[in-house]
């Protein structure tokens, strides 16, 4: 099987722009996690979407958002970006059961400017 | 309030000896815990999971220990690699929550000299 993917892998914005990352999880998973990693924060989970229904939320502003698709497939967007979003944002499958192992992508490296 | 903690920033060992890292956890909810190794650039790989109604998972070089009472575990590596030199993280998910949610410890440098 495939692993998960991301695209794009590296992007550069400026302040106050918005993006959108997207994520296919592996053949058959219907769970898809994102996380953000930061040098001072370490490896933060942001939320989760199963079914096309959040499932899970960490402590993130609103600013932060995603969806998830029929296929499974899923985005994030990060409207107003600052500087301290500057981050890897990887994303995670399993099949959606709780106690599963998540598998990772190979993440985007993000850097606002 | 960092919930899995990894006291060491690094470990350096020499090849073909035993690498062990350790963790902590203060969630009292936490009931499935992995380790993950990540190398720069990249997605973390999946390395070896354990329920806590185990103390003990074993995967080829790799063995997984839990001490639930201490609230710590521990991967042992044996024999040790370079090629296992990267960044490990523990994990951990709880039974408060639905679905998938890991909380991640700050990882530790491990560097396995020939």
């Known amino acids: 099987k495939a692993g998960v993917t991301q695209t794009p892998r590296y992007l550069i914005k400026t302040r106050g722009q918005q993006v959108t990352l997207s994520c296919s999880p592996i053949?058959?998973?219907?769970?898809v996690s994102w996380y953000q990693q930061t040098p001072g924060q370490g490896l933060q989970f942001l939320f989760e979407?199963?079914?096309?229904?959040?499932?899970n939320k960490g402590n993130f502003p609103g600013r932060f958002s995603g969806r998830q698709f029929s296929n499974s497939r899923s985005e994030m967007n990060v409207s107003t970006l600052e500087l301290g979003d500057s981050a890897l944002y990887l994303c995670?499958?399993?099949?959606?059961?709780?106690?599963?192992?998540?598998?990772f992508g190979p993440g985007t490296r993000l850097l606002v400017l | 309030d960092q919930q899995v903690k990894q006291n060491s920033p690094s470990l350096s060992v020499q090849e073909g000896r035993i690498s062990i890292l350790n963790c902590d956890y203060t969630?009292?909810?936490?009931?499935?815990f992995l380790w993950y190794k990540k190398y720069p650039a990249e997605g973390p790989t999946f390395l070896i999971s354990?329920?806590?109604?185990?103390d003990k998972n074993e995967d080829g070089r790799f063995t997984v220990f839990l001490n639930k009472s201490a609230k710590h575990l521990s991967l042992h590596i044996v024999p040790s690699q370079p090629g296992d030199s990267a960044v490990y993280f523990c994990?951990?998910?709880?039974?408060?929550?639905?679905?998938?949610?890991?909380?991640f410890g700050e990882g530790t440098q491990l560097t396995v000299n020939p």
């Open positions: 053949s058959g998973h219907r769970s």
């Open positions: 994990a951990a998910s709880g039974r408060e929550t639905s679905g998938s949610r890991l909380t």
């Open positions: 354990i329920s806590s109604i185990k």
């Open positions: 969630n009292s909810m936490f009931d499935y």
């Open positions: 979407y199963f079914s096309e229904t959040q499932r």
């Open positions: 995670a499958s399993t099949d959606g059961g709780s106690r599963e192992t998540q598998y």
